[in-house]
């Protein structure tokens, strides 16, 4: 199908910088947050400042280290939103569209998601102390 790009290639498609480019400027820059990323905290997923440390190609995934907790992990570019990239690209639309997706098949009982341009609870997603049920 001509134009449709695989969102699990995600990494490769035309961006404002490479791969290379953007581990290159991250490294340059140590000791500081690159970028927000999911961190799983307290029964939920929160946007959370990293430092990108590297690019495993074998894993095609980015290594980011959670500014607050020191922890490492492997991340794939789509859970990876760079301070510096433009701000009103498509693949902020994306991002949107693909934690929406991943929204919509968590069923009632499943930890809250905030996508980082929420600032409360998805209304799919149970409010935390709602004794009501």
């Given at each position: 199908?001509?134009?449709?790009?695989v969102?699990?290639?995600?990494d490769?498609w035309d961006?404002d910088?490479?791969?290379?480019?953007?581990?290159e400027y991250?490294q340059?820059r140590?000791?500081?947050?690159?970028a927000?990323?999911?961190?799983?905290?307290?029964?939920?997923?929160?946007?959370?400042?990293?430092?990108?440390?590297?690019?495993?190609h074998?894993?095609?995934?980015?290594?980011?280290?959670?500014?607050?907790t020191?922890q490492?992990?492997l991340?794939?570019?789509?859970?990876?939103?760079?301070?510096?990239?433009?701000?009103t690209?498509?693949?902020?639309?994306?991002?949107?569209?693909?934690t929406?997706?991943?929204?919509s098949?968590?069923?009632?009982?499943?930890p809250?998601?905030?996508?980082?341009?929420?600032?409360?609870?998805s209304?799919?997603?149970p409010?935390?102390?709602?004794?009501?049920?």
């Amino acid at each position: 199908m001509p134009g449709v790009k695989v969102l699990t290639r995600y990494d490769t498609w035309d961006e404002d910088r490479t791969i290379e480019q953007w581990v290159e400027y991250c490294q340059a820059r140590t000791g500081q947050a690159h970028a927000l990323s999911p961190v799983y905290q307290g029964y939920e997923y929160c946007w959370k400042p990293v430092e990108v440390l590297s690019y495993d190609h074998k894993e095609r995934k980015y290594r980011v280290k959670v500014v607050a907790t020191g922890q490492e992990k492997l991340v794939t570019r789509l859970s990876l939103l760079f301070f510096d990239e433009d701000q009103t690209s498509s693949r902020r639309e994306l991002t949107s569209a693909s934690t929406d997706k991943k929204l919509s098949k968590l069923s009632s009982g499943s930890p809250t998601l905030l996508t980082p341009f929420q600032q409360t609870p998805s209304p799919l997603s149970p409010k935390r102390g709602d004794s009501t049920s």
